[in-house]
């Protein structure tokens, strides 16, 4: 079966834009987690979607946004971008959600903040 | 904040040598622990999990790890590890906390060099 699929793979932006991250997950799984990945900090849990609702949320401020569809797509808005929004952002979707389930993760977004 | 600590950010082995990897977390309420692996060019999978009873788990290809409560550790082994085990490996752990619901946690990852 088709794994998760992020778009785009790569793409550049300057400080104070925003930018949208999409994350297409297995068939069947309900539960969509996005992560950030530096060299300094790894691998930092932002949030989990979960049948549309936001179900559990990391330490990130407010300009990380994220929703779910109906049919589980789910889409990740950083606002107001920074320099050290510079990072790799993975997604990974779940049937069970994030504690439980095993994560399936996708290639990542590669996003580089000018 | 909870955390998870990856003792060693580089290991090299030659071929045959045992592995053990450390992973320490700092939670002390129920939590589910597991074992993330990278090989280069690929994305991240599941290697092995935790959740309950017996504190040895097996995972794939031939990796094991052990949850030892009293040491809030969950260290990674492989008696005899092969070339094609390099790779990035990463501790995570899950945890359901109260006031900011459930919480996934990753080490910062052990980068794995196994030369022929």
């Known amino acids: 079966k088709a794994g998760v699929t992020q778009t785009p793979r790569y793409l550049i932006k300057t400080r104070g834009q925003q930018v949208t991250l999409s994350c297409s997950p297995i068939?069947?799984?309900?539960?969509v987690s996005w992560y950030q990945q530096t060299p300094g900090q790894g691998l930092q849990f932002l949030f989990e979607?979960?049948?549309?609702?936001?179900?559990n949320k990391g330490n990130f401020p407010g300009r990380f946004s994220g929703r779910q569809f109906s049919n589980s797509r789910s889409e990740m808005n950083v606002s107001t971008l920074e320099l050290g929004d510079s990072a790799l952002y993975l997604c990974?979707?779940?049937?069970?959600?994030?504690?439980?389930?095993?994560?399936?993760f996708g290639e990542g977004s590669r996003l580089t903040v000018l | 904040a909870q955390s998870v600590s990856q003792h060693n950010h580089h290991v090299i082995l030659s071929e045959a040598a045992s592995l053990e990897l450390g992973c320490n977390y700092s939670?002390?309420?129920?939590?589910?622990l597991f074992w993330y692996v990278q090989y280069p060019g690929q994305h991240l999978q599941l290697l092995l999990k935790?959740?309950?009873?017996?504190?040895l788990v097996k995972g794939i290809k031939g990796f094991e790890a052990e949850f030892i409560k009293s040491k809030f550790s969950f260290n990674l082994r492989k008696p005899s590890v092969q070339w094609s085990d390099t790779a990035e490996y990463f501790c995570?752990?899950?945890?359901?906390?109260?006031?900011?619901?459930?919480?996934?946690?990753f080490g910062t990852g052990t980068s794995l060099t196994v030369i022929p």
């Open positions: 990974a979707s779940s049937f069970y959600g994030l504690v439980t389930g095993e994560l399936f």
């Open positions: 068939s069947g799984h309900r539960s």
């Open positions: 979607y979960f049948s549309e609702t936001q179900r």
């Open positions: 939670y002390g309420g129920t939590v589910n």
């Open positions: 935790y959740f309950s009873g017996d504190p």
């Open positions: 995570a752990v899950s945890s359901r906390e109260v006031n900011t619901g459930n919480q996934f946690y």
